[in-house]
């Protein structure tokens, strides 16, 4: 049987319970007990953790994961799955995936240190104008470096505001997939792999995208887990749907540091439970991992990059395809976007995670474009060819931080898309480029 319906109907069959009581005692109280069991926890004085820290928050998540079990919004009830049904889920679990078709194929995999780095890129769910939509997503596509694209959402269409669940909706996936495939063709390269259909937060974008061909077989759709340890149906429809036509669920792993989850340590024991009940609930291919942080939004805050590595850390456990979101507060045009990019890179590569991103201003403006995900990709290969080590890559994340720390809670927005880029040459503004340029400087001495 498909495993979305043996979680719908294990729902069925489970334990009715409050939505609140979920939140404040299935979860808040019991992961806040799991942080003391295992000895997780985060200083915020030496933010640097302890490589044997891995093992205590995968053993806390797996606890977590069967205790817990995963929520079903629209039945107010819990599916659980046993310890024995996880651990088996795990072993036959794949841990390298190829993804995109003919010469733009790529892998996909758990990685060990010293292992290339798979590079997303695109504006990944921001909202981007349909007038420069193919533009923009051909500047990353363009990138030779970029594996695979997950491109902005779009939020009007025919001059109307997209509704969620109606037929605008559909529409908005349809426009986005459209353009998508348009920029990829641009760019010579048709087969690359898409994380797609991001105009719809529920299932009906990607219904429709997949019942016009749109997004297929290899490609790959979106599956949030709630927060926190939560889901619906839409999500359940589109992971069935989408195994039913090959694609490929990508799950969103995005616990609110400071929420339920509690503060770091608890958040990143949450994420590896919510790691593995999206494998057994959606049947999830790879896992997108982005904490956010209650107040400060990014990634690339300090408590945010301690979760991601500290999973990346747990997956030595688990071995399965890890993506490090890099969504940093400030825009692209401003030096402290590309300190914020460096530094969660260093410390999400050096965990063993692959990279999205960058996508700036916390996916909120279309304010950057492919060359940073170049930028992004040259540190990342670099620190692999120069097998930069866990403790210096995080020292360096340190050093950093004090450069960009200040305008986290007052970003800089920087610049759109059409103002970095002369967009009907698709090609960084020289001012821009040089900004990047620099900084690669800057930073080399270092790595």
């Known amino acids: 049987m498909a495993r979305q319906l043996i979680a719908e109907f294990r729902a069925r069959a489970g334990e009715y319970v409050e939505q609140k009581r979920f939140d404040l005692e299935h979860v808040s109280r019991r992961v806040a007990e799991l942080e003391k069991e295992y000895g997780v926890h985060f200083d915020p004085s030496s933010p640097l953790p302890d490589e044997s820290l891995g093992k ?38 794949r841990n390298r995936i190829v993804v995109g078709r003919g010469r733009d194929a790529r892998k996909l995999g758990y990685r ?54 109606a037929p605008s909706e559909v529409l908005a996936g349809l426009r986005e997939m459209e353009s998508l495939r348009s920029a990829l063709r641009m760019a010579g390269r048709p087969g690359m792999h898409v994380l797609g259909a991001e105009s719809s937060v529920g299932s009906v974008g990607s219904l429709g995208a997949m ?17 926190e340890l939560k889901t619906d149906y839409h999500q359940l429809v589109k992971a069935y749907v989408g195994s039913l036509r090959g694609v490929l669920g990508a799950a969103l792993v995005d616990p609110v540091v400071g929420g339920f989850a509690r503060g770091p340590a608890g958040s990143a024991i949450v994420s590896v439970a919510e790691i593995l ?48 979101d890099v969504w940093p507060a400030n825009g692209g045009g401003t030096r402290e976007y590309l300190y914020e990019v460096a530094a969660n890179t260093l410390v999400a590569v050096v965990s063993g995670l692959n990279l999205l991103g960058p996508v700036p201003e916390n996916g909120t403006q279309p304010n950057g474009g492919g060359v940073d995900a170049m930028f992004m990709a040259g540190l990342a290969d670099r620190m692999v060819e120069e097998n930069v080590g866990f403790n210096r890559a995080w020292g360096f994340a340190v050093e950093l931080y004090k450069r960009y720390e200040a305008r986290i809670v007052s970003p800089d927005p920087g610049k759109p898309f059409w103002e970095l880029y002369d967009a009907k040459k698709i090609a960084p503004r020289k001012e821009w480029l040089e900004t990047i340029n620099e900084t690669i400087r800057e930073i080399a001495q270092y790595i």
């Open 56 to 93: 205590a928050v995968f053993e806390a998540g797996f606890t977590l994961a069967v205790e817990a079990g995963l929520y079903i919004v629209d039945e107010s009830r819990v599916a659980k799955f046993s310890e024995e049904e996880l651990r088996e889920a795990l072993k036959s679990a």
């Open 112 to 165: 060990e240190p010293g292992d290339r780095v798979f590079v997303f890129g695109g504006l990944a769910g921001t909202p981007t104008p349909l007038e420069f939509f193919v533009e923009s997503a051909a500047s990353y596509a363009l990138v030779l470096r970029v594996d695979g694209i997950d491109h902005g959402s779009v939020q009007t269409v025919m001059g109307e505001m997209v509704r969620s669940g």
């Open 211 to 227: 019942s016009l061909g749109l997004l297929r077989r290899g490609d790959a759709q979106l599956l949030p887990v709630l927060n």
């Open 277 to 324: 009940l999206a494998m057994v609930a959606y049947d999830a291919s790879y896992f997108l991992v982005h904490p956010v942080h209650i107040v400060k939004k990014a990634t690339s805050t300090i408590e945010c990059m301690w979760v991601e590595s500290v999973v990346g850390l747990a997956n030595r456990y688990m071995r399965l395809p890890l993506v490090g």
